[in-house]
């Protein structure tokens, strides 16, 4: 749904509004509340509408910030969808937003396929608030636009969304989730495939030109109230997807015979279930869920932040470890596309604190380790079974150079992308991708884009595998440092809330980089925004030093930050013992955060 560009206070230049008079202000509100589609949002909105004339100036200016804020431009579709906090307006996730979404994609899927080509889209939702609700507007409007739509029987992860555009051979794939985002947002992914997408990135997430022709369609529809939708024609699938999902999930598997204790969370997301169906389909029979995260709940009560990357998240599910004797804990954010790792390092205990699972050695692996154990263990299955074409492994400009070292060591090629899925899963020949962020693609051929299900069953059954040796998930990464040296990576960022500042401190490393790097020479500064060994250009800088260490500097896409991306690299001898190992990460530390401090230095952070 459109906002009035005719009206003399919209920038059409800029997209957003600048400082507008009230009473115009209060006619946009005016406009929207008569055009909208949902009673509840209408409601809200006129009750601020009506606040802005309290006698109480808090109550007013309260009333009036929130406004200018909600119409202050719109919800802008991009590479990755729409996503925002849920309230009523055309800056936030609603079902007005949605509406006007879902007609822009049935409109370029019409114009991409022409007249006499009925599109298939399917339609997913997680358990969020409201999910449900924007999944059925898409499936209404989609209808009545003349593509046939498939809507999801329930609220499901989005691997098993990914899954079905490729399964069924979609045009189109919708997903509602705000995946790991707090519990005030939701979002809207689109795939594209079936006709539309025919090459490598056939299935995966929407990318340049795709997301701006959507994006030109969607700004052409009118208002919300006006745009067609059916009462019905659309087909709700059976869970026969879910068990086609599982089916390719369940191929990964070796067959062993199973000794592993694992504990599981969903972190009240929607991959519960499912992960443990997939398990137990795996040979698992020792999966011991945290019971308190185990049911979707749209609030996610027991955490600050459904991240398992967030400090504290899945503390519940460490301590239950603890409690059972577990073997590994595997944890999910609440879409359930990401898998967090975590594992018994004796190395890490300390007696010092209050005794908790951590303090006993309970530790997250970092997403550069467990990308580092999985795409090892692709690429030797992939060596062994090779044929005329040579597997691809691909990683995020981001991630650890790691994976470019085991790509080499088992005779596969290796590829560099931006970040993100839609980049990493179109890659020709791909076998395995990932990047940091705990996002791992290890079945391709099934899912092009990252999937925290089928990563955990491999998970899994590597550490299952090794514990049957008597050796740990850890004495695997040892073997990875053997076999191509030591890569420790960590991350640093910075939360701005002046978001010019951002362009400030990127403008500020790109003219004045550090000179060093924990004590080696910077030796070379390559701005991404020229495109670098064929990357398209995106805003970013790579600072690499003497000794191979390296930082990568970019703002974030999805939060007002400035993440650095921080990495040495220590070489390793062959038949270097456990000890010698442990000895090399303790140095490694040590110089990743002299490298961590000469980045807060040059970015102006202070101490």
Known sequence: MSLDTDDPAFDAGAGARSEIPLDLLLDQVERWIRDDVDETDQAELSALAQATGSHVSRTRDAAVAELRDRFTGSLQFGTAGLRGAMAAGPN???????????????????????????????????????????????????????????????????????????????????????SHNPAADNGYKVYLGGRVVVDDGQGAQIVPPHDAGIAERIAAVGPAAGVPRAESGWTVLDREIALAYLASVRALSDGRPRTLKVVTTSLHGVGGRVLARALADAGFTDVVPVAEQADPDPDFPTV?????????????????????????????????????????????????????????????????????????????????????????????????RALSSIAAH?????????????????????????????????????????????????????????????????????????ENGLFLTDQLSARFSDLERIGATMAHLRSNPPRTLAGSAVANVLDLTAGVDGLPPTDGIVLLAADDTRVVVRPSGTEPKVKCYLEVVEPVAPDATSYDVGRIRVAAHARLDRVKADMRAAMGLGG
């Open 410 to 482: 088992h005779g596969a090629a290796h590829v560099t992308t931006l970040t993100g899925f839609k980049w990493i899963a179109r890659t020709p020949g791909l076998v395995f991708g990932y990047e940091e962020a705990l996002g791992y693609c290890v079945d391709p051929a099934s899912v092009r884009d990252k999937d925290g299900i089928s990563a955990a069953v491999l998970v899994a059954q590597l550490a299952d595998r090794l514990k049957s040796e008597g050796r740990t998930i850890i004495d695997a990464l040892d073997d990875v440092a053997r």
């Open 304 to 400: 600050r932040f459904p991240n398992p990357e967030e400090p504290g998240a899945i503390d519940m599910a460490l301590g239950l470890a603890a409690d059972v004797g577990a073997d590994l804990v595997i944890a999910n954010d609440p879409d359930a596309d990401r898998c967090a790792v975590a594992v018994m390092d004796p190395t890490v205990g300390t007696y010092q604190g209050a005794e908790t699972a951590r303090s006993h050695g309970w530790r997250m692996l970092h997403g550069d380790e467990v990308g580092a154990l999985l795409g090892r263990e692709i690429a030797a299955r992939a060596d062994a079974v090779r044929g005329a074409q040579r597997p691809v492994l691909a990683s995020s400009v981001v991630s650890s």
């Open 92 to 178: 936030r996730m609603n079902r007005a937003v949605v509406t006007a979404a879902a007609a822009g994609l049935g409109a370029y899927l019409a114009a991409s396929l022409g007249p006499r080509s009925a599109a298939r889209v399917v339609v997913g939702f997680d358990a969020r608030h409201r999910s449900k609700d924007f999944a059925t507007d898409t499936a209404a409007v989609l209808t009545a636009a003349g593509a046939e739509v498939l809507l999801l029987p329930s609220a499901l992860p989005t691997p098993v969304l990914a899954f079905a555009v490729r399964h069924l051979d979609a045009d189109a794939g919708v997903m509602v989730t705000a």
